[in-house]
């Protein structure tokens, strides 16, 4: 049996994948998520380097990274982006499986672009998170204090998660309210403890 397991939570923005990920972390499991993982990597002078190397001065006064320079810089032109997403997605990867190879046991990492990245395969289990398209809009709407369109457009810009087969994943379907979420991770724990064995 392996010792140590690497789950990735994944889902369209709003679907719940953070919750999933706090639900995970109150129950005691490791869990990572590659927006911090990221955080934590450009905090540090060599990666830095790398990202200004490649596309220049993308600090702030104080030499931290911009994300807001970086962005306008990366989503003007597709292989500048293609370029970004080569070096942080490995380094990204890199980073949390040796945390989580750290941590052992059973550890949860939250990927937003999974599938858009073809990541899928270099976990144990994948963790699909549904949730119906307008409870989407709203809470991100409102979680993010955006305009409704302006969250239209960025799930429409996303993986289609609506039309995908994931018969070979564990799927959450986050259409009630938290303890049903709840009860939903405790099905989706109990199948993968069961794979274990
Ligand atoms: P994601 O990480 O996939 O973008 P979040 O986990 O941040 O999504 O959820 C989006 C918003 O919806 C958050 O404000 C969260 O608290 C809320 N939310 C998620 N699932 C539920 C639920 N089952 N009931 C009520 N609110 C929820």
Do not use: W
Not at 13 to 33: N, R, W
């Amino acid at each position: 049996m392996k010792q140590n397991k690497k789950i990735a939570v994944t889902g369209g923005i709003g679907s719940g994948k953070s919750t999933v990920i706090e639900i995970l972390a109150e129950k005691g499991y490791p869990v990572f998520s590659c927006d911090e993982i990221y955080a934590q990597l450009t905090g540090r002078k060599d990666f830095l380097r790398r990202l200004t190397d490649e596309f220049g001065d993308v600090c702030d006064a104080c030499g931290r990274l911009d994300r807001n320079k970086l962005a306008a810089i990366a989503f003007a032109d597709e292989k500048k982006l293609a370029r970004l997403n080569e070096i942080t997605h490995p380094a990204i990867f890199e980073e949390m499986f040796s945390q989580a190879d750290e941590a052992g046991g059973t550890c949860f990492c939250e990927v937003p672009l999974l599938f858009e990245s073809g990541a899928e395969g270099m976990f144990d289990g994948v963790i699909v998170v549904l949730r119906d398209l307008e409870e989407r809009i709203k809470s991100v709407a409102a979680r993010n204090n955006l305009s409704r369109n302006s969250v239209v457009n960025r799930i429409n810009s996303q993986f289609d998660y609506d039309n995908y087969d994931f018969a070979m994943y564990y799927v959450i379907h986050n259409n009630g309210n938290i303890e049903q979420l709840c009860a939903e991770v405790d099905k989706i724990i109990h199948k993968i403890r069961e794979a274990r064995s």
